[in-house]
């Protein structure tokens, strides 16, 4: 036998079309979940660069890894990883809070602090690229 169309819980005898009611629609979902994939996906080429890039660095003393970033290509590539990287944490981590805190209060300190954090944090790794870098 199959669910029952009405389920009574403490908020009273409802259908299933009630309790959905109210509770928004998915569209910012859809653009959530493409934004998550598509940083992904930017993230394999980039992080394979970066690993190639970490390997030389390696081996390299101050003024010669100043001299690979000041080229463009480097550069460039560099502040598109970490930009990416942040991006795809931010989003990941915003999932976190929504699928998991069910305080509306919290969810809302926690998503501002993580927001914070990261955009902070990401500023930070950019402004010191972009100082080395030119």
Request: charged residues 10%; hydrophobic residues 60%.
């Amino acid at each position: 036998m199959g669910a029952p169309l009405i389920k009574w819980k403490s908020y009273g005898l409802k259908n299933p079309m009630a309790r959905a009611t109210g509770l928004g629609s998915a569209h910012a979902g859809v653009h959530h979940w493409m934004a998550l994939r598509m940083t992904a996906v930017a993230l394999i080429p980039l992080t394979l660069w970066l690993s190639w890039a970490v390997v030389h660095i390696a081996r390299m003393d101050y003024a010669a890894f100043v001299a690979w970033l000041q080229t463009p290509v480097n550069a460039i590539l560099m502040l598109l990883t970490v930009l990416v990287m942040f991006m795809q944490a931010a989003l990941g981590a915003q999932v976190i809070i929504e699928d998991y805190l069910h305080n509306e209060g919290l969810k809302f300190v926690k998503m501002a602090g993580m927001k914070l954090v990261l955009t902070a944090t990401c500023v930070a790794c950019l402004f010191a690229i972009l100082k080395v870098a030119l």
